[in-house]
């Protein structure tokens, strides 16, 4: 007899924030679409794989990396540091500006087997090289290029990217800022913040920000965080309640575990759970988002709250859930990302401190049904 489904993961627990399901069932695929999900579907197809034992999520969405690989010193691969670690779209936070837009949309956007976006940076320079501030002269933010960019590419930008640190910014901060605003503004776009060593505490960078926008590095041990001791800050607590989200966004140099612990003991979970992942760090501390997410776990975000991070929420934030990205329904696309959990490794935050924690991994990715080559994980002994 035919059978009805071209492929069925079986026996795994799939959780899928979206739709509120956590339980363990099967999913059933034609060509790149997922048929149907529910209990005994394997009878039925014809090739089946067992997920027993594995967490079957929706294919991970990045909210915050650096992928402009060949022309910035920061861009890590996109297809071998996501893709293949279970990453089915991501979101480039700035490391392209107008002048170098085409050129991102040519090698990157395009060729690459996975959906890219991206906040576009609002210098025209992008972030070419972490050694040199992209906005210390002020005079490279061009609100006209930065406007034009966005609106000759709606599929790919979603948003605006400034860093407000000292050595990239100057004594410019407020102005640039100010500017910026006003660019998201006439776009219709969110304004993604990179906070940590600004020369202003926190909360008055806050006070400028729109519902929408979003903070980045919100655990970080530089300078000027959201803590207050073992408090979150009232100024950050105000400004999630009228809509500023905020996104892990790991780095090389912006996850503090202690930082993170305490914030999330609190119960102040980041609204996106990012890896920020560049060719700085992907071989270590970073990794990928799945480590970025273990060390989250092990800090006290619970399993499905970091699954939401890294599904869901990224994908509705970049408009990609109107795509079928971030969830697992019944006629959208098969991108599915299926994980297990290893044994425990020492783990380490980007100022060296490290955890002992288990570590999830991916053994099986789908990006429109199709299976991805799988990169071993960067951290194992060579």
Known sequence: MPTRYDHVL????????????HDRLDVAINGSTIAAIGPGL????????????SLVLPGLVEGHTHIFQYVSQVGAPPEEAHLRRGVVAAADAGTAGASTFPAFRKLIVEPVDMRVVSFLNVSVLGLIDFRFGELLNPDTLVADDALETAAANPDVVRGFKIRLSEDVVGEQWETLLKKSL????QAGLP??????ETSEPLPVVLSYLRPGDVVAHCYTGKPHGILDGDTVLPAVLEARDRGVLFDSAHGRSNLSFEIARRAIASGFLPDVLSSDTSARNWRGPVFDLLTSMSKLIALGVPL???????????AALLGLDAEGYGRLSVGGPAHITVVTETDEVELPDA????????????TLVLHDGGAVEITPWRGLPS
């Open 10 to 21: 079986t026996g795994g627990t799939v959780i899928d924030p979206a739709s509120g399901t």
């Open 42 to 53: 394997a009878a039925d197809a014809a090739r089946v794989t067992s997920c027993a034992g």
């Open 182 to 185: 006003t660019v998201a503004e």
């Open 191 to 196: 304004l993604m913040v990179h906070i940590g």
């Open 304 to 314: 499905v709250e970091a699954v939401t991070r890294a599904t869901v929420r990224p």
């Open 351 to 362: 100022a060296g401190n490290t955890i002992v924690a288990p570590r999830l991994e991916p």
